[in-house]
Each structure stands twice: as structure tokens, then as C-alpha cells.
């Protein structure tokens, strides 16, 4: 189970953090994902770490954003920094190539 936290509503310009809490043991080895889905548009994805703590970046986000984990208690997260009216969005979190998925939460940039 994937639960989330840390949506909100901000001014453009303005910074977020997002956590995802992961309830399994595996959690440590796994690579997660961080996606966003805007109204209309389709589910892309926005970045990842490996266990390792190796990431990418969804080009639109680098040098703003930042992934991160603790593997100590199970989390991931997302700083979201400059943050602009296009990156209003459901954002989930994933944990990669199982079925996975948190319920979302909702970031919206006012301009």
C-alpha cells in the first residue's frame, strides 16, 4: 500500500513536498516513481530513484524538482521547487513494475 500526503495549493513560484509512505518489506529495493496527470491530459511520468538512489527527470522538472528516499521508513518523496501553473496536476506515486499505485494528491499552481 502506497499513501500520500503533501498536496496543496500554491503560488507560482511557490514550493511543495510530497511524501509516499510504502507499507512492505521490500520497499528498500524497489525503484519508485513519482506521475502527475492533469485535467484532459494523460498520466506521464514526472521522476524515479532506484534503490540505489539513482534518478531521472522528466526534462519539463529538471533542476526544480528533487526525488528522494528513506528507506529507513519506507518513504519517498518529491520537492518541488519554482513550481509553475503547468505542473497543476494529481500527482501519484508508484512503486515500479508491480501494480502499486497511491489514491493521489492533488497539486494546484495559481498564477
Known amino acids: 500500500q502506497l499513501v500520500e500526503s503533501g498536496g496543496g495549493l500554491v503560488q507560482a513560484g511557490g514550493s511543495l513536498r510530497l511524501s509516499c509512505a510504502a507499507s512492505?518489506?521490500?520497499?528498500?529495493?524497489?525503484?519508485m516513481a513519482w506521475y502527475r496527470q492533469a485535467p484532459g491530459k494523460t498520466r506521464e511520468l514526472v521522476a524515479t530513484?532506484?534503490?540505489?538512489?539513482?534518478?531521472i527527470y522528466k526534462d519539463s522538472v529538471k533542476g526544480r524538482f528533487t526525488i528522494s528516499r528513506d528507506n529507513a521508513k519506507n518513504t519517498v518523496y518529491l520537492q518541488m521547487n519554482s513550481l509553475k501553473a503547468e505542473d497543476t496536476a494529481v500527482y501519484y506515486c508508484?512503486?515500479?513494475?508491480?501494480?502499486?499505485w497511491g489514491q493521489g494528491t492533488q497539486v494546484t499552481v495559481s498564477s
Open positions: 512492505t518489506s521490500i520497499f528498500s529495493i524497489m525503484t
Open positions: 508508484r512503486m515500479e513494475q508491480t501494480i502499486y
Open positions: 530513484i532506484t534503490g540505489s538512489h539513482d534518478t
